[in-house]
C-alpha cells in the first residue's frame, strides 16, 4: 500500500455485522448476511478509527480521519453501539481528536484509547490517551502520557489486567511498518504508564498477541522478525526464524493446539499483498508456511490477490471451549504492483482444526480502512462481531453462526 494512497479516494459511510453460522449437515460452514442497520444512524465513519466491546456488551467506537478536511484532519466524535437495538447513540468525544489508533477494553470494563495522530501531518502523532467509563459516558486523560508519542502500534492485554503497547511510528502519516522500539506498559489500578524494556528492533503497523502462558509476541512490521517478551523478567527475545519478506498490516492468533497463525499482509519492500499464509512456532521460534489465500479474497470486480488491513477475530472468547478454533477474516484491501488498491468484499473463515479456509462471503459491502470490534456470544451461544466505515462501503450487515452445529476439535 503506498503511504497515501487509501486517503485519495472518496469516503461513503458503512456499517457491517458480523455473526458466524454453521450447518448440522456434516458440520458445513456457512453464513447469511442480513441488514443490520438500515437508519445507518453513525454520526462518523471512524475512517481508520478505533472501537472495543466494553464490559457491558456495547461498543465503543472513537477517532478517525476526516478526509474532507484540510490536512485529513482527525475527528474527536465517539458514539455506542448497543447490540440489542442494533443502534448507534453519542458519546463522548474524545478530549483529543485521533487517528491510527486502537483501542483496549480493561478488566474494570472501561476502555483505553491511546496515541495515535491528531492529523496526517509528520508531526501529529500524540503521546496522550484517554480511558472511557461507561458509566459516565465520557472519555478522561489518563495520568500520564506514553513515553514517546506513536500511531500504528502494537497493544495486547498481559495476564494481570495491565496493557502492553509496543512499538507504533512516531511520526503521523508514515505507514511503512518502521517504527520505534519504545514499549510502554499501562496499569488500569494506577491510570498511569511506565516505560518497559525496549524492542530489539522497531517497528509498526506489526501483529501483536498475549500468550496463554503470559507472554507477548510481536511479529512483522518492516521487520522480518519476531520478538517475544517476558512481563516477569522484563526482557524482550528476538526469536531464532525469520520470515522470507517483511510483513506488515496482518494480525497473529494463538491457535487452539498452540500454534500462532499469521494470514496475508503487505510486504513493504514493494507494497503488494500477500496470498500467504504463516505458523509461528513460540517453542523453537521458527516460521513454517500455513495454507494459502488464493481464490478466497475478492472484490465487488472479481478475485483478488493477497490481503492487508482486514477485520480478523478469534470468534470465541479465551474462556470458551472452541477458543482458538474459528478464526474470521473479513475485507480490507489488494495492493497490486501498479494502480489504486483494490477494496474487498471477501469474508472468509479459517478452520484450525482441518487447516483449511472456508467461504463465508461474500459481504454485501466492500470494508477496507473500516473499524470493527467483537460483540460477543449472543443469547443462542454464537460469536457476533461488528465492522463499520471503511473507504468506499455503505450499508449495515449481520451474519450469525450456529454453534450447535460445527465440529469441535
Known amino acids: 500500500m503506498e503511504a497515501c494512497s487509501p486517503f485519495l479516494r472518496s469516503v461513503i459511510c458503512s456499517i457491517a455485522i458480523l455473526s458466524l453460522a454453521s450447518v448440522a449437515a456434516g458440520g458445513e460452514i456457512r453464513g447469511q448476511w ?49 447490540p440489542a437495538v442494533g443502534r448507534w447513540m453519542p458519546a463522548g468525544p474524545l478530549n483529543s481528536p485521533r487517528w491510527s489508533l486502537d483501542a483496549i477494553t ?6 483505553l484509547f491511546a496515541g495515535g495522530a491528531s492529523g496526517f501531518l509528520p508531526n501529529a502523532a500524540l503521546d496522550t490517551a484517554e480511558v472511557f467509563d461507561p458509566e459516565t459516558g465520557k472519555f478522561s486523560l489518563t495520568a500520564n502520557t506514553l513515553s514517546v508519542a506513536r500511531q500504528s502500534y502494537g497493544i495486547s492485554s498481559l495476564s494481570d489486567g495491565r496493557i502492553l503497547i509496543a512499538g507504533g511510528n512516531p511520526t503521523g502519516n508514515n505507514l511503512s511498518g518502521a517504527g520505534a522500539t519504545a514499549v510502554d506498559i499501562y496499569d488500569p489500578q494506577t491510570n498511569r504508564f511506565q516505560a518497559a524494556a525496549p524492542l530489539h528492533e522497531g517497528r ?9 502462558d503470559g507472554r507477548a509476541v510481536v511479529i512483522g512490521g518492516a521487520q522480518t522478525s519476531a520478538e517475544i ?17 517483511s510483513l506488515k498490516d496482518t494480525k497473529a492468533f494463538e491457535l487452539f493446539d498452540g500454534r500462532v497463525f499469521l494470514p496475508g499482509g503487505q510486504n513493504v519492500v514493494d507494497g503488494v499483498t500477500s496470498d500467504a499464509t504463516w505458523f509461528f512456532d ?41 477458543h482458538g478454533r474459528y478464526i474470521l477474516i473479513a475485507g480490507g484491501e489488494h495492493d497490486p504492483p501498479t494502480g489504486p488498491d483494490v477494496e474487498l468484499n471477501s469474508a472468509l473463515i479459517f478452520d484450525a482444526a482441518k487447516n483449511e479456509f472456508v467461504n463465508v462471503g461474500p459481504m454485501p459491502f466492500v470494508h477496507d480502512d473500516h ?25 449495515v450487515s449481520r451474519f450469525e453462526f450456529f454453534t450447535d452445529s460445527i465440529d469441535e476439535p
Open 34 to 82: 442480513t441488514d443490520g442497520d438500515p437508519r445507518q444512524t453513525l454520526q462518523s465513519i471512524h475512517l481508520l478509527g478505533a472501537a472495543t466491546r466494553l464490559g457491558n456488551g456495547s461498543v465503543i467506537a472513537a477517532g478517525g480521519l476526516n478526509r474532507k478536511s484540510l490536512n485529513f484532519a482527525a475527528v474527536a466524535t465517539a458514539e455506542l453501539y448497543d
Open 106 to 111: 480493561l478488566n474494570n470494563g472501561k476502555a
Open 204 to 212: 509498526a503497523l506489526h501483529a501483536q498477541l498475549t500468550l496463554r
Open 229 to 245: 517478551y517476558d512481563p516477569v523478567q522484563d526482557t524482550w527475545t528476538i526469536a531464532a526464524g525469520r520470515l522470507p519478506t
Open 282 to 322: 513460540t517453542a523453537t521460534g521458527k516460521f513454517s508456511p500455513g495454507p494459502s489465500l488464493a481464490g478466497f479474497n475478492s472484490a465487488p470486480s472479481g478475485v483478488q490477490v493477497g490481503c492487508s488491513d482486514y477485520s480478523a477475530f478469534d470468534l470465541f472468547p479465551a474462556d470458551h471451549k472452541l
Open 371 to 395: 473499524t470493527e470490534s467483537l460483540l460477543g456470544i449472543n443469547s443462542k451461544g454464537n460469536p457476533e462481531v461488528l465492522l463499520f466505515g471503511g473507504n468506499s462501503s455503505s450499508g
